[in-house]
């Protein structure tokens, strides 16, 4: 039987409905990067715990509490880097819709250390 890799074991201990799980991942030096000039209010960096949940409270604002996160799939690169695709659901602007998206997950000495979230923002799907 295959272990799973170990960095896919840390991300299945991020738990974003639990401040105190995501202090027990997250560095403390943590950075989550948010690429997306179509979303100015929300397109930046986030530092810490603190910042982590900030990120994911603007979304449920920004949303109307819609934002949604589906893991379509979550693959490890090397000792270091781990690549989920996901798919995004949420209403905005009035417009109900699905994103792909990647995660970047840098993960070392069993500690998510960064993240990149990069959305697909020319391939939005509307749905009625």
């Known amino acids: 039987m ?3 890799h170990p960095n896919i074991e840390v991300l299945k201990r991020l738990d974003l409905s639990n401040t105190t799980a995501i202090a027990e991942v997250l560095s403390k030096d943590f950075i989550w990067h948010y ?3 179509e979303l100015p209010e929300v397109h ?9 949940t ?10 109307g509490d819609t ?3 589906n893991v379509i799939s979550t693959t490890p690169m090397g000792d270091e880097l781990v690549v989920t695709h996901v798919k995004d659901n949420m ?7 699905e994103v ?3 995660v970047v997950w840098s993960i070392a000495n069993g500690m998510i250390q960064e993240a990149w979230d990069i959305p697909a ?6 749905i009625e």
């Open 2 to 4: 295959n272990k799973e």
């Open 35 to 37: 690429f997306n000039l």
């Open 44 to 52: 930046g960096d986030y530092y810490g715990v603190k910042g982590f």
């Open 54 to 63: 900030a990120f994911f409270k603007k979304m449920a604002s920004n949303t």
């Open 67 to 69: 934002f949604k996160v």
């Open 91 to 97: 209403t905005l602007k009035g417009k109900s819709m």
């Open 100 to 102: 792909d998206a990647v």
């Open 121 to 126: 923002i020319h391939s939005v799907k509307l």
